[in-house]
């Protein structure tokens, strides 16, 4: 199956830091989202992004699917960044996301 | 209001018991989706729905069963649990599944599973 590879697999910033998390892909995907679990468990949904380039507020994530890979930027880092952050993939009609291992954010007041 | 909703929040019970898990969306999506996190928060699917039609059975022991009354709901029960069942359980749901233009996955809020 598709293997996803994410880096750095755990992260400390000081508040006000900008920080780029990457996420490598084994295989042509139709669909990549990117996800940030808070600390009471929850998956938010960030960005749906199989290609191209996308900003919402201080995160930005861009997609080269011809290289597949796919960065996520967190700009002037707060201390509501923390958590875990997952990148996930579909391949086409694939019914299912595959998930990487997570980059594990931790922003210092 | 909210988008997919998974009862309950919390499930700690007996090894050996049969429990349940359920889920409703409404956002009118038609593949329904669960997905295991274990403790060291690695995710991974274990079924998905289309209408109602079991697409992706990965590799789960049979004691889970997953059961879909219609395109909104998908509940998991599952019989005989084993310390190992032990786990976060995620609903999701999205649009299409089945055609080439895959759709983004929205997720509930989790069920916290925890056997004693």
């Known amino acids: 199956g598709i293997q996803v590879e994410q880096s750095p697999p755990d992260l400390i910033l000081q508040e006000g830091a900008n920080s780029t998390l990457r996420c490598n892909f084994s295989d042509s995907v139709n669909n990549l989202q990117w996800f940030h679990q808070n600390p009471w468990g929850q998956l938010i949904n960030l960005f749906y992004i199989p290609s191209g380039t996308k900003q919402n507020g201080r995160l930005s994530a861009t997609t080269v699917a011809t290289e597949r890979y796919s960065l996520l930027y967190i700009s002037s880092s707060q201390t509501t960044d923390s958590g875990v952050y997952f990148c996930?993939?579909?391949?086409?009609?694939?019914?299912?996301?595959?998930f990487g291992g997570g980059t594990r954010v931790l922003v210092k007041p | 209001d909210t988008a997919v909703s998974q009862t309950p929040k919390y499930l700690v019970t007996q090894m050996g018991n049969d429990k349940s898990i359920k889920c409703e969306q409404n956002?009118?999506?038609?593949?329904m989706y669960w997905y295991k996190q274990d403790s060291k928060k690695f995710l991974k699917i274990m079924f998905s729905?289309?209408?109602?039609?079991?697409?992706i059975n990965e590799t789960v022991p049979n004691r889970f069963s997953p059961k879909s009354p219609d395109k909104a709901h998908l509940n998991l029960h599952i019989n005989s649990l084993e310390l190992g069942d032990s786990a976060v359980y995620f609903c999701?749901?999205?649009?299409?599944?089945?055609?080439?233009?895959?759709?983004?996955?929205?997720f509930g809020d989790g069920t916290r599973l925890s056997i004693l």
């Open positions: 996930a993939v579909e391949k086409a009609a694939g019914n299912k996301l595959t």
């Open positions: 999701a749901s999205s649009q299409g599944g089945t055609s080439l233009s895959n759709q983004p996955q929205h």
């Open positions: 729905y289309n209408n109602k039609e079991l697409i």
């Open positions: 956002l009118g999506h038609d593949t």
